[in-house]
């Protein structure tokens, strides 16, 4: 090594005393940038706004600032909303940024801040804000805002729960004199503009909303009688003429899309025939009739007229003696230990079924015992397994010379989502509005037993379409299990039918 010189020794230093400088100069400009910042932020709100980096005390001074000077005239006040409102439109930014400025645009304009609220809030993610428009719309008793309260409400999350959501809170607060579902109803019935572009989507939202909150329909099929006559709204008159002639109303969006087929020319004769065979039902019968019941009502008044002076009790033990000696095969997929799984005997859910589904169980049963449908179902459960796209499906419905028919309508080619789910065409849902049931298969494989019954989706199905429906499980080559399931969960295992 080369013995160190003064020169080089004195070199050394300088270079030390330089490097320890500027370290000096870098730590004191770091240690000085919250300063500057909000410096900057006074200085240039405008720039601040614009500035994604920019920190949520920077963004909090801008906001104010902007606000002052469009009060001043230092900005026009016109440019100065429109800077606040890209704000509070930015879900980039903190929520408290964004809260302050609909503060201050609230505070300049409230009746244009409501309209930028009453679009905002329907897709709001940020559950800040959300409290926040929430508290606003109370504290400024801004009766504006309660369509978009509701359609706020009606999207679904699993936390918080409806109890406690704060959409609810603040509509029971703006309406204290009134139930939270007559709020809902108010908003689906009279609470639109019809040149409104989302009317119809705050409608169907606040029906959304109706049947989760009211699951049975009880207090909204209330609603619906006393509803004043509503001739020039076309969907509530169907509702109040599916409540008067039907004794039902439709629980879900799906459903509405549903009497709304019902009503059109096509089924005039089907609505006329069952009004009055409904109207002659009894108190019992009569009681939790939902649409899907209508169907069963018209087939046993041509074919078993004797099943409609039946009790539901007698219907239910007659079905019980029928089915009692068949093979049946319970559904074990998706349960830990097969003793938990859900038992699909009429013991077991005698006390769910009503009159019409009892009267439903047993037409299908007489259904999937039709030798003509048997041969046709098996048919279509082998074209089923070959194809691997998507589970197959139809409607199960009465045939004119007295039998059934086993109508078969495949998803679309972009609906096909796998060999374990059925998706219902347009199609299907168009032929199904006056047929008896829905019907699908569970054709994987011929060993599929494990799978014999409705799985959680296909019971999603049955409730979101209201309809009572069919699987039919392939336990081996030659056999096909029969499950009947309806839109309470409530599922009947009718035993296997074998292949002709």
């Avoid at 070199?11 to 940038?33: D, E, K, M, N």
């Avoid at 599916?242 to 459903?255: K, N, S, V």
């Amino acid at each position: 090594m080369m013995p160190r010189t003064r020169q080089t020794s004195r070199a050394l230093a300088v270079r030390t005393r330089f490097l320890v400088s500027c370290c000096a100069v870098a730590i004191a400009s770091l240690q000085g940038c919250g300063g500057s910042a909000a410096q900057r932020a006074d200085r240039d709100p405008l720039g601040a706004l614009a500035d994604p980096a920019a920190g949520s005390e920077s963004k909090l001074r801008a906001v104010a600032a902007v606000a002052g000077m469009g009060r001043s005239g230092e900005l026009e006040p016109d440019a100065a909303r429109e800077m606040l409102k890209k704000v509070a439109w930015g879900r980039g930014n903190r929520p408290n940024v964004r809260n302050a400025a609909i503060d201050e645009l609230f505070r300049d304009d409230a009746d244009d801040t409501a309209r930028m609220l009453s679009l905002m809030l329907p897709t709001e993610s940020q559950w800040p804000v959300i409290e926040h428009v929430c508290d606003l719309a109370v504290e400024s008793d801004e009766e504006s805002l309660v369509p978009a309260l509701v359609r706020s409400w009606s999207r679904f999350v699993q936390r918080p729960s409806d109890e406690d959501r704060p959409e609810r809170a603040a509509l029971l607060a703006l309406r204290p004199d009134q139930s939270i579902e007559k709020t809902v109803f108010d908003v689906f019935a009279k609470e639109h503009d019809p040149d409104d572009q989302f009317g119809e989507r705050t409608r169907r939202d606040a029906w959304t909303l109706l049947s989760r909150i009211d699951p049975d329909g009880a207090l909204t099929q209330g609603y619906v009688a006393k509803a004043p006559d509503a001739p020039g709204d076309p969907l509530l008159a169907d509702l109040q003429s599916a409540a008067r002639d039907l004794g039902a109303i439709p629980l879900t969006t799906e459903q509405l899309d549903w009497v709304e087929d019902l009503r059109k020319p096509e089924y005039a004769e089907f609505w006329s025939r069952a009004r009055k065979l409904i109207a002659a039902l009894t108190p019992e019968q009569r009681e939790g009739f939902e649409l899907r019941h209508a169907a069963g009502v018209l087939w046993a008044s041509q074919h078993r007229s004797d099943w409609l002076a039946a009790s539901r009790r007698e219907l239910l033990d007659q079905l019980e003696r029928d089915i009692q000696d068949r093979r049946h095969t319970r559904r074990t997929d998706g349960y830990t230990d097969a003793m938990a799984a859900p038992r699909e005997t009429i013991e077991q859910w005698r006390r769910d079924l009503v009159w019409g589904d009892a009267l439903l169980l047993c037409i299908a049963d007489e259904a999937v015992r039709d030798p003509r449908i048997v041969r046709e179902l098996f048919e279509q459960a082998d074209h089923d397994q070959r194809d691997e796209s998507t589970e197959h499906g139809g409607v199960l419905d009465a045939d004119p010379d007295g039998g059934f028919v086993a109508l078969s309508y495949p998803p679309r080619p972009a609906q096909r989502a796998g060999d374990n789910r059925f998706v219902a065409s347009p199609e299907l849902l168009h032929a199904g509005a006056a047929a008896l049931f829905h019907y699908h298969f569970h054709a994987q494989s011929h060993n599929n037993g494990d799978y014999a019954g409705p799985g959680s989706g296909d019971l999603e199905y049955a409730k979101r379409f209201g309809r009572t429906c069919i699987v039919l499980t392939f336990i081996s080559r030659n056999s096909l299990g029969v499950d009947c399931y309806q839109p309470d969960g409530a599922r009947i295992d009718l035993g296997a039918i074998s292949r002709p």
